[in-house]
């Protein structure tokens, strides 16, 4: 039996169709696919160690409800480069799904059985945080969800983790504008800037520290901010 090699969320994945992506991001998107490497890679023998993270986040689930048998998933890994990697990663898209997902008991057994030969010290557990301190990231790219225009409160600017300008917001969603994301009067979502709005950086900081709303709706899976 070979030695049980361990896996954490923000690891890259070490093979297959999604080699290099995180694992966690693979999730989000294709959740199907890690509860299929816990079954069918047992020459590999890998595990997760945080997996009670990976249960408590929602999934985009953007291929489509396949489920356990992921090897017959068709997934677009070429718009998943070209659409999703260049522009954001794990750290910022982890909360922004809209299904959930459940594991299969005989994956969840299976890894714990190959957790059980990983030393306690190396299995680090991720943080989790409470669904109402989420940040919804919107990026839908290739979905073609579109919504109807919400007011929202710019509260900062910051960079995510592939180095581009984003943007935060607090929305109030307590009549479901945004029908993919929770009804919550406080909801915190971010994007990604975009040059195609029409408002410079600058004057949006000002938006930020004068603490004016924003219009914005979501056409084809990016937002749109209007004046």
């Known amino acids: 039996m070979p030695q049980s090699i361990l896996l954490h969320s923000y690891s890259k994945m070490p093979f297959g169709k999604f080699k290099g992506f995180e694992l966690g ?14 079954l069918e890679t047992k020459m590999a023998n890998y595990c997760v160690g945080d997996f009670e ?6 999934v985009i689930d953007r291929f489509g409800d396949q489920g356990w048998l992921a090897h017959h998933v068709e997934a677009d ?4 480069k070209k659409l ?3 522009f954001v990663g794990f750290a910022d898209i982890k909360f922004s799904g809209k299904e959930d997902y459940c594991f299969s008991s005989f994956a969840l057994e299976t890894n714990q059985e190959k957790l059980s030969e990983i ?3 190396r299995i680090s557990k991720t943080k989790l945080i409470p669904e109402e301190e989420r940040t919804r990231y919107i990026f839908y790219p290739g979905t073609g969800i579109s919504t ?3 007011s929202m409160l710019p509260t900062s600017v910051s960079t995510n983790s592939r180095g581009l300008p984003s943007v935060n917001f607090l ?7 945004f029908s993919f994301y929770p009804a919550r009067k406080d909801l915190k979502v971010a994007t990604s800037w975009s040059t195609k709005w029409g408002i410079g950086l600058k004057e949006f900081e000002s938006k930020v520290t004068n603490k004016t709303p924003v219009l914005g709706c979501i056409k084809d899976g990016m937002m749109v901010i209007t004046r």
């Open 148 to 150: 109807g225009t919400v």
């Open 171 to 177: 929305m109030n969603n307590e009549i479901g504008g």
């Open 25 to 38: 991001m693979v999730y989000i998107l294709d959740p199907s696919y890690i509860n299929w490497m816990m």
């Open 84 to 86: 999703w990697r260049p």
């Open 119 to 121: 030393p306690k010290f």
């Open 77 to 80: 890994t070429e718009e998943f």
């Open 53 to 58: 993270f990976l249960e408590s986040l929602k």
